[in-house]
């Protein structure tokens, strides 16, 4: 007999605002003699968006990698409600996180509909029988799940091109798919790496307020991305991993302000914090520099302007 295990509406089970969801403590993970991740703790709230931020090889991946079951900790372990998680990733998804890839891993050549099947079958209990023979169990189970999915894919803004192969969907469209898949398996944790790499202003916007939807049904979300603007909008904490480490957690003003995240970006680490007087310096000489570039010309302004932009 077919039985499916999900309600309609919300995460199943969601726990009240402010409960610790995800508990990771001291996560190390080794390859050999390097150190791709150093004892990070991290924690996600019920109700909350965290950013993880750091410079291309800070690890970040490789630790999203040991949360979800891809990778086994050398160190440390991660709690999903109070509990150890497996080590196996399906076991991951079926006990309640989900999570998006880097690079898109759709299946190309099944439809829109399809791929959000797929994600609904940590979902479903299919006995043998049941698959086989196809009785009545079956097609309920069957016909909930399309139904399931086809509120995902209204959700996301897909449900016009449920038939269409999911090659054919641009990029920006692909991107919110495979967030329609991971969220068929009703997860109480969504993971979203780089969700909005290769997108342009207003795909990002579109994006940045799907999470804000997801977050608002009870999931909560622990995101990677290179947008500090989007990143900054979006979420309740960030932690920034340098080198495999964590080097500070906290608000969006407060990982900003943290001169130290600067100068890992910049590529050129702090040994001692600035004191009163090169302060001073600082601002002195970027006020002569502001002076100089509004008695700049029409041309080295427009210039100015596009660098700018493109920080």
């Given amino acids: 007999m077919t039985t499916d295990t999900t309600t309609k509406d919300t995460a199943p089970g969601a726990p009240a605002p402010g409960t610790t969801v995800l508990d990771a403590r001291g996560v190390t993970m080794r390859f050999g003699g390097l150190t791709a991740v150093n004892g990070v703790d991290l924690t996600v709230n019920s109700g909350e968006i965290v950013g993880l931020i750091g410079p291309n090889g800070a690890g970040k991946t490789t630790f999203f990698n040991c949360l979800t079951g891809l990778y086994i900790p050398t160190e440390g372990e991660v709690r999903f409600k109070g509990k150890v998680l497996p080590a196996k990733s399906f076991k991951v998804t079926a006990a309640g996180i989900a999570r998006t890839f880097q690079n898109i891993r759709l299946f190309a050549n099944m439809t829109v509909l399809e791929n959000v099947l797929v994600g609904r079958h940590t ?17 309920k189970a069957e016909a909930h799940s399309r139904e399931r999915a086809m509120e995902l894919l209204e959700f996301v803004g897909l449900a016009a091109k449920a038939d269409h192969l999911a090659r054919n969907l641009p990029y920006g469209e692909q991107r919110k798919l495979e967030i ?3 969220l068929a398996s009703e997860p109480g ?41 989007f990143i900054f909008n979006l979420c309740d904490r960030v932690a920034v991993l340098v ?12 990982v900003q302000g943290d001169e130290r995240v600067v100068a890992a970006y910049l590529g050129e680490p702090l040994e001692n ?23 700049a010309d029409d041309t080295t302004t427009d210039t100015a302007a596009g660098k700018e932009n493109d920080r």
Avoid: C, Y
């Fill in 123 to 139: 979902r479903t209990k299919e006995g043998f029988w049941s698959a086989v023979l196809r009785g009545p169990g079956f097609h």
């Fill in 180 to 182: 329609a898949r991971a």
């Fill in 189 to 229: 944790l969504l993971l979203l790496d780089e969700p909005t790499a290769g997108m342009n202003p207003q795909e990002t916007r579109a994006t940045e307020e799907l999470v804000f939807a997801i977050r608002d049904k009870g999931i909560a979300v622990l995101v990677i991305e290179h947008d500090m603007r």
């Fill in 243 to 254: 080198q495999g480490e964590k080097l500070i957690e906290g608000d969006s003003a407060t």
């Fill in 273 to 295: 914090d600035p004191g009163a007087a090169e302060a001073a310096e600082v601002e002195a000489a970027e006020a002569a520099q502001a002076s100089e570039t509004a008695r």
